[in-house]
């Protein structure tokens, strides 16, 4: 089996893993990590997102091969135990029920973020259009992206 | 099993995973650590040890025997908890939901967390404050009236120096108390002690908005979520699913998968799977695998074609006639004979579409079976249920099934939570290694248990002044029961069905509670037969609330209607017509705060293309009142209804948490209108063609609500109420009460997609 070296959250690995396997089946079964999960495996939900260079990109559909940067997870944006000033507003308001698409929220929230430090309502929810919540938490999500953006600017 | 949970408690609630050859049940027991007193693996609610434990670091552990589907319920349990110890809530934990830990509560189901889940907790915890105080009044050498207790510590009154900490009174050994069972199991299970809960007046946790505990984690990626468990040796596995809902395999070919590393195919009866080492492996041979499926006719009526189909169809069952919920009889005579003595009758028929729970993850489920035992994860909202219909399945007695709750996805009553699990079970036990099965998008929105369609068929007799003299509901729809509310037995589910079994046939639906206070009344349910009795994508169960969505939106648009007829204000005339001081409560509240005016008449003043409207319903459920009033902009170019404002005020009892309890109504609102506006099951005559995300789409982030206002009505006499589902049921009618004020037109099926509201309106003006 092809061997690809990926680096995740700052760390090289090497996996095995054929060519088309999507990012999501490799960062959850070879490297056991949790942030990530499958919801559509069609890019439909974002539950899946990830980082790459910045981009937010959907796991689930991207094959390991045509990963070409560096990733980013959830459980990555939180190293060295210090939640990421996204994560904070997304406890601070409590925005999620059963939490399951929250990956995806503050993933592209963050790289929305990074580009755009003081969104409008517009931008905000222009950005994370496409995102599923099936629990419809959205009122919350989108208080804690202004809440993010109040405190990073 | 005489086994001490000293350690378990220590390690505060985590439990360790082990597997050895000797059973996959057995081996798990013993890397846990039981308490001493408490009768695994069927723990007894007779037991004070089973509901409460105190260890030696001073931590509380209480067993709850519902679950926690994401809307706050494990702090709140702790809340309440913590409160009847005089305990720091966090440093009460809690354990949810495993079929080893807990007395069997009934699991999530009708909003019960609090209102019927929290009674044994909070009862168990007030006798082992009396137990611990007693205890340790002994200990410090007063009498039990001389002591106190707080922070989790004994102390006495006159002397607050003089104290000694909960757990060195229980020094690790159990409570060793007996409190009272009522001999009941399930959501209506309760015990009673000697130690009586406090006053209302009294409580400084309950009633405070505690931190949710569950958020970080899901925040931070650290929360143990079912579809995290990984056990050694674990298989793969995908179902296959015909592209003819009635189809059933007769035989594959193997050659086509024989490039796939370590791919096989288990093909039992009707159900097919294939299962590969790596998970991957086996999304890829689910794709590949050439499946020769049997050609059934169908001749489904098509999801334009179902309302006619379901007014048509003979009734097969009523409300009237004996069910599982035993039998409400009704009489139409006294009805219809004021309608034929009516000045005006006023008729309408109400349609209600297929919904899908559509949850944000597919079901999930791994099971360990070997040895004559079996472990199963899941995330099911009935954990002890589904325990019961895997050992039926699997052929082991209960006691050597475990089933383990894990958090997941939100699944809104029985979706397709119950389904994965029970495959499992099937694949483990046949090929002897732990198996993982993970539905795809497809079958999680094609192949769950659907909300059921129906008619709702209303009538109002008049007199000549517009008085109501006679009032007639009736719902005909597809049985909300079709699979039932709990997987206590396989033929309930997909896999149970392909291996043979027999569905149960069990009918139900809804009539709405009584809250309109018309002379000569009826309300009635009727159902219909199933699109397909077997192993159906179309098979119906609850889904959040259990098919009042549909019945309500009949019932409050009516209310409208026959207000508006006669001339009167919808808000006025609900008022005049119910008598329940709840109910009048929340419809002042919300309507003061949405600054409702009577003089808003339909159809407003435009704007361009943008008509404004107000739309306002009721609801009355689960021991709770709820009303809402939407505001929307109804693009009349478009068709497209934005829902901009919405307010809703609720009055549940003795709120817990209020912090939790908003956005739980956000939530509702959310969700209510994503039902509303856009979700319906799309299916042809052979089989389901709503599949993803795209066909089957919910409301988009762009489409919430600007703002959204909840009013929590502050009732701390009152027991708690249900607070799961209210500001969710009535949102259809609302919407459509407020499309029909904003454009004068009446649309009497949902959802309000924008294609049906533009053609409506093209229709009325033509």
């Known amino acids: 089996m092809a061997k690809t070296t990926l680096t995740v959250d700052g760390r090289a690995h090497t996996v095995a893993a054929t060519p088309d396997t999507p990012l999501l089946y490799v960062l959850r079964e070879e490297l056991a990590l949790n942030g990530p999960k499958f919801g ?45 000033p996204v994560q904070d507003a997304f406890i601070a308001e409590e925005a999620a029920q059963c939490g399951y698409c929250a990956n995806g929220w503050i993933m592209n929230s963050v790289a929305l973020l ?19 919540c099936r629990c419809g938490t959205h009122m919350a999500i989108l208080r804690a992206v202004r809440r993010a953006a109040a405190a990073t600017a | 099993m005489q086994i001490n949970r000293r350690d378990f408690l220590k390690s505060s609630g985590s439990l360790v995973v082990g597997v050895s050859a000797s059973g996959a049940l057995q081996s798990l027991i013993a890397g846990e650590a039981l308490a ?32 926690d589907m994401g809307l706050g319920l494990e702090t709140a349990i702790a809340q309440i908890v913590a409160e009847e110890l005089d305990m720091p809530v966090e440093r009460v934990n809690i354990v949810a939901g495993d079929t080893l830990l807990t007395a069997n509560q009934g699991g999530a189901s009708a909003s019960s967390g609090i209102r019927a889940g929290a009674i044994p907790l909070r009862n168990a915890a007030a006798e082992a404050r009396r137990v611990l105080a007693s205890a340790g009044a002994e200990r410090l050498g007063v009498p039990f009236e001389a002591v106190a207790t707080e922070k989790g510590e004994v102390f006495v009154k006159a002397e607050p120096a003089r104290r000694i900490g909960y757990a060195s009174i229980v020094d690790g050994k159990p409570l060793g108390t007996k409190v009272t069972w009522n001999k009941e199991m399930g959501t209506p299970l309760n015990v009673t002690g000697a130690g009586k809960p406090k006053a209302v007046a009294d409580y400084k946790v309950v009633g405070q908005s505690v931190a949710r505990r569950d958020i970080p984690g899901k925040m931070l990626g650290t929360t143990d979520y079912l579809t995290n468990v990984r056990l050694p040796g674990m298989l793969h596995a995908r179902l296959l699913r015909p592209a003819v809902a009635a189809a059933v395999p007769v035989s594959y070919d193997a050659a086509s998968i024989a490039s796939i590393p370590g791919a096989r195919v288990v093909h039992k009866k009707d159900m097919l799977a294939v299962v590969a080492e790596r998970e991957w492996d086996a999304v890829r041979a689910a794709r590949l695998l050439k499946v020769q499926w049997t050609e059934p006719a169908m001749n489904w009526p098509g999801s334009e074609g179902i309302h006619d189909h379901i007014r048509s169809a003979p009734a097969v069952a009523s409300n009237g006639e004996s069910a599982f919920a035993g039998k409400r009889v009704y009489d139409e005579t006294p009805t219809y004979r004021a309608l034929a003595g009516a000045a005006k009758v006023m008729t309408a028929d109400y349609e209600a579409p297929f919904q899908s729970h559509a949850r944000i993850g597919p079901s999930v489920g791994v099971a ?270 478009t068709g497209r209804v934005w829902a901009r404002k919405v307010t809703v005020a609720q009055d549940s009892g003795l709120i817990i948490n209020p912090g939790s309890l908003k956005t739980v109504m956000e939530g509702n609102v959310v969700q209510g209108l994503s039902r509303a506006m856009v979700e319906e099951v799309a299916f042809n005559q052979s089989t389901v063609t709503s599949v993803d995300w795209n066909t089957y789409p919910i409301l988009d982030i762009k489409d919430v609500p600007e703002t959204v206002e909840t009013i929590i009505m502050h009732r701390p006499d009152m027991a708690s109420g249900g607070a799961g589902e209210p500001t969710l049921v009535s949102m259809a009618a609302a919407v459509g009460n407020a499309i029909h004020n904003a454009t004068g037109v009446r649309l009497r099926r949902y959802p309000f997609t924008a294609a049906r509201v533009k053609a409506a309106l093209e229709q009325h003006s033509a």
């Open chain 2, 368 to 637: 360990d079976v070997r040895d004559g035992s079996a472990v199963i994860y899941v995330d099911s909202q009935k954990p002890h249920f589904v325990r019961m219909g895997i050992a039926k399945l699997l052929g082991l007695p209960q006691d050597k099934v475990r089933v383990i709750w894990k958090t997941g996805a939100g699944s809104y009553g029985r979706s397709d939570a119950d389904e994965a699990p029970y495959e499992a079970a099937v694949l483990s036990q046949e090929l002897g290694r732990p198996v993982r099965v993970q539905w795809m998008r497809h079958e999680g929105t094609g192949w769950d248990p659907k909300a059921p369609a129906a008619v709702i068929s209303m009538k109002a007799g008049l007199d000549a002044a517009g008085a109501v003299g006679a009032w007639y509901f009736r719902a005909k729809g597809f049985s909300g029961w079709d699979v039932k509310f709990a997987a206590d037995s396989p033929e309930q589910t997909l896999v149970g069905m392909q291996l043979g079994m027999a569905k149960t046939d069990m009918h139900n639906f809804d009539v709405p509670t009584e809250t309109y206070q018309f002379p000569n009344t009826v309300r009635f349910w009727q159902t219909v037969a199933p699109l397909q009795v077997q192993a159906s994508p179309m098979r119906c169960a609850h889904m959040r609330a259990p098919q009042e969505m549909q019945s309500r939106f009949a019932q409050e648009c009516f209310v409208d209607e026959v207000a508006i007829a006669t001339g009167r204000d919808p808000l006025a005339f609900r008022l005049a017509s119910i008598k329940e001081p709840r109910e009048m409560a929340v419809l002042k509240a919300v309507t003061e705060k949405a600054g409702w005016s009577a003089a808003d008449h339909s159809p407003r003043k435009a704007k361009g293309d943008i008509l404004f409207g107000r739309g306002l319903a009721l609801y009355n459920g689960y021991g709770s009142y709820a009303a809402l009033v939407v505001e929307v902009e109804v693009n009349r170019k």
């Open chain 2, 36 to 67: 001493e007193s408490v009768s695994y693996p069927n723990p007894s609610p007779e037991l004070l040890d089973t509901w409460i434990s105190v260890a030696r670091d001073g931590q509380v552990t209480a067993f709850f025997g519902k679950v």
């Open chain 1, 40 to 84: 559509c495996g069609l890019a439909q939900c974002g539950t899946c997102t990830v980082l790459i260079d910045g981009r937010a990109v959907r796991s689930c559909v991207t094959p390991v091969a045509a990963v070409n940067g560096a990733v980013r997870t959830l459980e990555g944006l939180s190293a060295g135990g210090k939640p990421h």
């Open chain 1, 114 to 132: 990074e580009k755009h430090p003081k969104p409008s309502e517009a931008q905000i929810r222009d950005q994370l259009s496409g995102l599923k």
